[in-house]
């Protein structure tokens, strides 16, 4: 049995705890706000409850083997459901109204059709090859990449390329094209390039730079569906904390972790900010950046650990409403006019807020999230982190929410005249929560062995040093998130 110290609650060191408790380990959580869940939480005020962070949850398979593994099912503690329209996605038109499209869930065939019925003969058969190539790199990259563990390696490009597979495999993944190179190469639609350019700026990309294996990602979401966790996706959270404490992980919220203390050329304990100590065999940081950086590790930075690059920054505008609207999908994405320009804008060397931003409208049609014949909302755009713009400034905050609202009416979503009350939650607020720098997207960067020098590695060079969470890697979001803890728990292994 190891003493094991996990450095930070989000969602990738509660799954990380979970799995080595059941495995027999002794497991103490260090957490340095007042909750867990870390980018993952909840606004709870008047009756209303909204979801901070992630807004929906693909590839659930992950989760379920999380869950089942330490104890029950998922589907005991939590309710998961799939969501009936996977994304309604409104585009600007030349002339007269905007074009909209409603993207089924989970059914490639249906996608197809809404793609040639919005956008012409041709569309959906060109996103149908796209998504059969992305299907292809899923193929190739998730036993090699997305479930191996990155480990502190001094291995240079020529030797990780050629550990990436055959030619055949470099063929398929292209690592030297960038995900708006293969949009453009086989996507004639303007509107369908935006379609798969989205995803990289979910993931804080900027699609000019993001490999094209990032295709990956609307592939799973067709493949595997996108869900919803009834009562916001912060439920599974609490699950996932409960699960720790039923597991006996000792979970101590306000507790930061200052050092990380060696002896002997391996890990050995941490020193806390109110001057305690605890004693490790083995301790695991879940944080937005490496131990090095972090500056858990006096005088020398985590060799190995690489600094993911900079990314771009979410802005959240949670809405409380008057009245129910069934009729709106669960999630909408209002385009930009012109959505190519926006990227340019979010990652110059002077960043700036787009005036014309892409919206993505969250509209759960669930009645456990607001009182009886009312709604809770949530519209999120992209912006710069905090440096180029000062999101502290009253000024800048009190205009969001005026300048969001009347985006989303020009572009046909009008509840100026619904609105009971709003509560902002811009960069410099995420920073403060979760330490990551300047409130940016984390885990954002490059994918697949490009960025194999610039995410945290799973194992340290320092013995008994592990990470989890989304700048280690596989990467961001909850589903690698997830994957991260799983490759963790396995290197460490059963006490």
């Given at each position: 049995m190891a003493r094991i110290v996990v450095v930070g609650a989000g969602m990738g060191g509660l799954a990380v705890a979970a799995r080595l408790a059941t495995l027999r380990h002794e497991v103490t959580i260090c957490e340095r706000s007042s909750t867990t869940g870390g980018a993952s939480g909840?606004?709870?005020?008047?009756?209303?409850?909204?979801?901070?962070?992630p807004g929906l949850l693909t590839l659930p398979a992950v989760y379920r083997d999380l869950f089942l593994k330490t104890g029950a099912?998922?589907?005991?503690?939590?309710?998961?459901?799939?969501?009936?329209?996977?994304?309604?996605?409104?585009?600007?038109?030349?002339?007269?109204?905007?074009?909209?499209?409603?993207?089924?869930?989970?059914?490639?065939?249906?996608?197809?059709?809404?793609?040639?019925?919005?956008?012409?003969?041709?569309?959906?058969?060109?996103?149908?090859?796209?998504?059969?190539?992305a299907g292809e790199m899923w193929g190739v990259t998730r036993k090699s990449h997305f479930e191996a563990p990155l480990l502190a390696d001094p291995a240079g490009p020529?030797?990780?390329?050629?550990?990436?597979?055959?030619?055949?495999?470099?063929?398929?993944?292209?690592?030297?094209?960038?995900?708006?190179?293969?949009?453009?190469?086989?996507?004639?639609?303007?509107?369908?390039?935006?379609?798969?350019?989205?995803f990289a700026a979910e993931a804080g990309c900027h699609p000019g730079k993001a490999p094209a294996t990032l295709a990956t990602l609307p592939y799973l979401e067709e493949t595997f569906g996108v869900w919803w966790v009834r009562g916001g996706l912060h439920r599974m959270t609490e699950a996932l904390h409960a699960r720790c404490v039923q597991r006996?992980?000792?979970?101590?919220?306000?507790?930061?972790?200052?050092?990380?203390?060696?002896?002997?050329?391996?890990?050995?304990?941490?020193?806390?900010?109110?001057?305690?100590?605890?004693?490790?065999?083995?301790?695991?940081?879940?944080?937005?950046?490496?131990p090095g950086t972090a500056g858990l590790l006096p005088g020398s930075k985590t060799p190995g650990a690489g600094r993911?690059?900079?990314?771009?920054?979410?802005?959240?505008?949670?809405?409380?409403?008057?009245?129910?609207?069934?009729?709106?999908?669960?999630?909408?994405?209002?385009?930009?006019?012109?959505?190519?320009?926006?990227?340019?804008?979010?990652?110059?060397?002077r960043a700036t807020p787009p005036a014309d931003p892409t919206l993505c409208v969250l509209a759960p049609d669930d009645e456990t999230l607001a009182p009886e014949g009312h709604s809770a909302w949530t519209v999120r755009l992209r912006v710069p982190?905090?440096?180029?713009?000062?999101?502290?400034?009253?000024?800048?905050r009190d205009d969001c929410a005026a300048n969001v609202l009347d985006l989303m009416a020009r572009r046909g979503l009008d509840v100026r005249d619904r609105v009971l009350w709003s509560v902002l939650r811009t960069p410099a607020d995420l920073a403060r929560h979760t330490g990551?720098?300047?409130?940016?997207?984390?885990?954002?960067?490059?994918?697949?062995?490009?960025?194999?020098?610039?995410?945290?590695?799973?194992?340290?060079?320092?013995?008994?040093?592990?990470?989890?969470?989304?700048?280690?890697?596989?990467?961001?979001?909850?589903?690698?998130?997830?994957?991260?803890?799983?490759?963790?728990?396995?290197?460490?292994?059963?006490?």
């Open positions: 909840s606004i709870v005020r008047d009756g209303f409850t909204f979801t901070t962070g099912a998922i589907e005991d503690v939590v309710d998961l459901v799939p969501i009936a329209t996977a994304t309604r996605e409104s585009f600007a038109a030349a002339h007269g109204p905007r074009t909209v499209v409603d993207i089924p869930n989970a059914s490639r065939s249906g996608t197809h059709d809404a793609f040639e019925s919005g956008f012409g003969p041709g569309a959906g058969d060109d996103w149908q090859r796209l998504l059969h190539r020529a030797e990780r390329l050629r550990s990436a597979g055959g030619r055949a495999d470099l063929r398929t993944t292209a690592p030297w094209r960038s995900l708006r190179s293969l949009g453009r190469s086989g996507l004639g639609d303007p509107r369908l390039r935006a379609h798969l350019e989205r006996k992980v000792q979970v101590r919220t306000d507790t930061e972790v200052t050092t990380i203390e060696r002896a002997g050329g391996r890990v050995s304990g941490v020193l806390l900010a109110d001057g305690g100590r605890l004693d490790a065999d083995i301790v695991i940081t879940d944080l937005p950046v490496d993911v690059p900079a990314s771009s920054a979410v802005l959240e505008l949670h809405l409380a409403l008057r009245g129910r609207a069934p009729e709106t999908p669960h999630r909408s994405y209002l385009f930009a006019d012109d959505p190519e320009r926006e990227p340019d804008l979010l990652f110059a060397d982190r905090q440096g180029p713009v000062d999101w502290e400034s009253a000024a800048v990551a720098p300047g409130g940016e997207v984390p885990g954002a960067g490059a994918d697949g062995w490009r960025a194999a020098p610039r995410r945290v590695p799973n194992r340290s060079a320092v013995p008994g040093l592990f990470s989890v969470g989304a700048s280690a890697h596989p990467g961001g979001g909850l589903t690698r998130v997830g994957m991260s803890a799983a490759l963790v728990a396995e290197l460490i292994g059963r006490a």
